[in-house]
């Protein structure tokens, strides 16, 4: 027996790019259910625990209205509801953590009562039904179109079957495209096949960025904090990256490859270091999440950091492409490795003032709302990528690709114009060492466009990309990955299934018609997407 729902857009994936999907097409009038497979929707922002990586000019432009919008209402709750100084109230530029990494690092549980915020009138009024802990575990198929995907609930309870006429696939991982049998591409391409000048010398799925399981820390002086010793703690602390080029050390360490040189770097720890003394290399400040001086005299003994470090980057197995018991060993190995990762921390790890170890660093899962304080789910950095009608390659975003393709300056060159322009994003070219062996790849980009024939499938006619699943590259996910263009991808393909039901089309007929692609582009200008850069220079 099962359960039967009909609706008329199925967003599978409740993170960022989900909810910006099914956002947007409520906002248009449409029903939509929304499945998330994990305890919380958000995803990266909240689930995953991680701060907002974006571009530099993030506060003036590159973004959609409802991506500002989310950035907005997270400044205002902690307006509204902390009590935050008079300076940091007045600052329209608060930064509640003052993190390095983001203009905004904030603590997850903010972000997540936002977007629940923005979808809470349309749950009340029966147009958005919410199924958490709900996988997708199979999906009925007619000829080029999915018609239905089914999903199990937490044990106990029967699988539900959801009929819509247009599907999202704003999964973490890329999920629906295998159940629905949908073309798609997974790990690194090699050079051969995309003439990418970073791409592997040879294709390998297994080779996928390393996920991290991230954590949120407090500092208390005086006071014991230390977890048991993990009983692979050994293994973990005497463990030494197997890299290309090579890592140059242990990996439980302050030390640590330089993501754009690639040489050796050691990064400074010191919870009591005054403030005008750290620098870029601190990771006290680095994502941190609560900077205590923004709050009034006692409101926060400490402040709080996420630890989402390379340290914690885990390279033992990816996530895609093996079976599930090795999935299950790897999600419970990076999970080990960030204990150990922290008991290094509070026992051994070298401080300046020559001791050993800081057991007053403090787990806080009240804040991660898990039982053991790491985050509820890992961060995710690489999906399945759908084979779309169109593929974004490193020849149409990375700075030194474009120079020698146009042979243009860096003073002049731009990234590819894309016609069938859905969004606009900008990030480098930023892999993680990854489970195939690489170290870094991480080389400038310029400011790109998403086009639309990269979040529609080569031959299924109803499904969408809808996150870190449209049609790039290994190399090219590195700068497509990140929040702002996942809720850009997300919130353009609800508003193409808005458009699609509107109209009675899929999504290739729109993407082939020039009359019916502009009339999308202008719902799209007219729903706050911009399309087009101003002129900002590479990354």
């Keep these: 027996?099962?359960?039967?729902?009909?609706?008329?857009?199925?967003?599978?994936?409740?993170?960022?790019?989900?909810?910006?999907?099914?956002?947007?097409?409520?906002?248009?009038?449409?029903?939509?259910?929304?499945?998330?497979?994990g305890d919380r929707l958000g995803g990266q922002m909240t689930a995953q625990a991680v701060p907002p990586d974006e571009h530099p000019w993030i506060e003036s432009f590159g973004c959609t209205r409802s991506y500002r919008l989310l950035r907005d209402e997270i400044r205002e709750h902690y307006r509204r509801y902390y009590p935050l100084t008079s300076h940091a109230r007045r600052n329209p530029r608060l930064n509640p953590g003052n993190g390095f990494v983001s203009t905004l690092c904030h603590e997850p549980r903010v972000s997540q009562a936002v977007l629940e915020a923005f979808l809470a009138p349309y749950r009340a009024g029966g147009r958005l039904k919410v199924l958490l802990h709900h996988r997708p575990v199979s999906a009925g198929c007619q000829g080029d179109r999915v018609e239905a995907v089914t999903f199990q609930g937490p044990s106990g309870t029967r699988p539900v079957t959801v009929q819509a006429p247009y599907v999202i696939d704003a999964t973490e991982l890329g999920d629906l495209l295998p159940l629905a049998g949908v073309e798609h591409v997974v790990g690194a391409e090699s050079r051969?096949?995309?003439?990418?000048?970073?791409?592997?010398?040879?294709?390998?799925?297994?080779?996928?960025?390393?996920?991290?399981?991230?954590?949120?820390?407090?500092?208390?002086?005086?006071e014991d904090h230390t977890i048991d010793r993990p009983e692979d703690y050994g293994s973990w602390r005497d463990e030494i990256p197997k890299l290309k080029p090579a890592w140059g050390g242990p990996l439980l360490s302050w030390q640590a490859t330089h993501p754009i040189t690639l040489q050796p770097v050691v990064r400074t720890?010191?919870?009591?270091?005054?403030?005008?003394?750290?620098?870029?290399?601190?990771?006290?400040?680095?994502?941190?999440?609560?900077?205590?001086?923004?709050?009034?005299?006692?409101?926060?003994?400490?402040?709080?950091?996420?630890?989402?470090?390379?340290?914690?980057?885990?390279?033992?197995?990816?996530?895609?492409?093996?079976?599930?018991?090795?999935?299950?060993?790897?999600?419970?190995?990076?999970?080990?490795?960030?204990?150990?990762m922290l008991y290094w921390m509070q026992t051994e790890a070298p401080r300046r003032d020559g001791k050993t170890g800081w057991p007053g660093l403090r787990l806080r899962p009240d804040l991660t709302g898990t039982p053991d304080g790491l985050a509820s789910a890992p961060y995710i950095r690489e999906s399945r990528r759908l084979r779309g009608v169109f593929r974004v390659d490193e020849q149409h975003v990375g700075l030194q690709a474009r120079m020698e393709l146009t042979g243009k300056g860096p003073s002049e060159v731009t990234a590819e114009r894309f016609p069938d322009t859905v969004g606009i994003g900008a990030y480098r070219i930023d892999l993680h060492p990854s489970t195939g062996g690489d170290n870094y790849i991480d080389v400038s980009s310029l400011p790109f466009q998403i086009p639309l024939g990269s979040l529609i499938p080569l031959r299924v006619e109803n499904l969408l990309a809808g996150a870190k699943n449209l049609s790039v590259t290994h190399i090219t996910n590195g700068c497509y990955r990140l929040h702002p263009v996942e809720w850009n991808v997300g919130e353009a393909s609800g508003l193409m299934a808005a458009f699609c039901l509107e109209h009675r089309l899929v999504p290739r007929q729109v993407h082939a018609h020039p009359g019916l692609l502009s009339d999308f582009q202008t719902l799209l200008l007219n729903e706050g997407v911009e399309l087009e850069w101003p002129a900002p220079g590479p990354l």
Excluded at 281 to 301: H, K, P, S, V
């Design 269 to 340: 720890f010191d919870p009591l270091q005054p403030e005008p003394h750290r620098g870029p290399m601190d990771l006290w400040t680095f994502r941190r999440i609560a900077d205590r001086t923004n709050f009034e005299e006692g409101a926060y003994d400490s402040d709080l950091i996420l630890v989402n470090w390379p340290q914690i980057d885990y390279l033992k197995g990816p996530l895609v492409g093996v079976p599930e018991e090795e999935v299950i060993r790897h999600l419970e190995g990076a999970r080990r490795l960030s204990r150990a």
């Design 1 to 37: 027996m099962r359960d039967e729902l009909h609706t008329e857009v199925l967003v599978a994936g409740g993170g960022l790019g989900g909810c910006a999907a099914a956002w947007a097409a409520l906002r248009l009038g449409h029903r939509v259910v929304m499945t998330e497979e």
């Design 192 to 222: 051969a096949q995309t003439g990418e000048p970073h791409a592997a010398d040879v294709a390998d799925p297994l080779n996928q960025q390393a996920i991290s399981w991230c954590f949120i820390l407090d500092h208390r002086p005086g």
